[in-house]
């Protein structure tokens, strides 16, 4: 996967749409791949 610099808004922006799907029922590797990122970065960001 290649690498991408996020801006802070948008790693904001993609934190709440996983916690979101997160509080829906669905698993932290469902959540991140709806927003498009791995899991490793989603703990990384948090």
Known sequence: MPST???P??????????EVVL???ATTA???CRVAISEQ???RWR
């Open 5 to 7: 610099n996020h801006r």
């Open 9 to 18: 808004e948008e790693i904001i922006g993609k934190l709440c749409e996983a």
């Open 23 to 25: 509080t829906q029922g």
């Open 30 to 32: 469902e959540a991140c």
């Open 41 to 43: 970065t989603c703990y």
